[in-house]
């Protein structure tokens, strides 16, 4: 069983900085990608960033140059730090890991962001 905890959502008034965690818990040793989507209110979930296990980063144009995503294998662990919040960040942000064995995906519960003006 697998479970991915996160942490480091809150309340962050515009032009803030957040760093948010994501850890593995339980039987997931070799992980692909690991990801950060979010999903604000009435829209889609949407991919924010995500890193490659050679540390290839892919980010979403509207977080470009203001957010950067590391992992940290050891701890099987990703981080997301954000810069500049606007209150369009707003939404809930889950991780996601790939199995590189199974190619399954993992989801985290999810934590709220929210940027006030």
């Known amino acids: 069983q697998v479970q991915l905890v996160e942490s480091g959502g809150g309340l962050v008034q515009a032009g803030g900085s957040l760093r948010l965690s994501c850890a593995a818990h339980?039987?997931?040793?070799?992980?692909?990608?690991m990801c950060w989507y979010r999903q604000a209110p009435g829209k889609q979930r949407e991919l924010v960033a995500a890193?490659?296990?050679?540390?290839?980063?892919t980010y979403a144009d509207y977080v470009k140059g203001r957010s950067t995503i590391s992992r940290d294998n050891a701890k099987r662990t990703v981080y997301l730090r954000m810069n500049s919040l606007k209150p369009e960040d707003t939404a809930v942000y889950y991780c996601?890991?790939?199995?590189?064995?199974?190619?399954?995906?993992?989801w985290g519960q999810g934590t709220q962001v929210t940027v006030s003006s």
């Open positions: 996601m890991f790939r199995d590189n064995w199974s190619y399954d995906d993992y």
């Open positions: 890193i490659s296990s050679g540390g290839s980063t």
């Open positions: 339980g039987s997931i040793f070799d992980i692909n990608d």
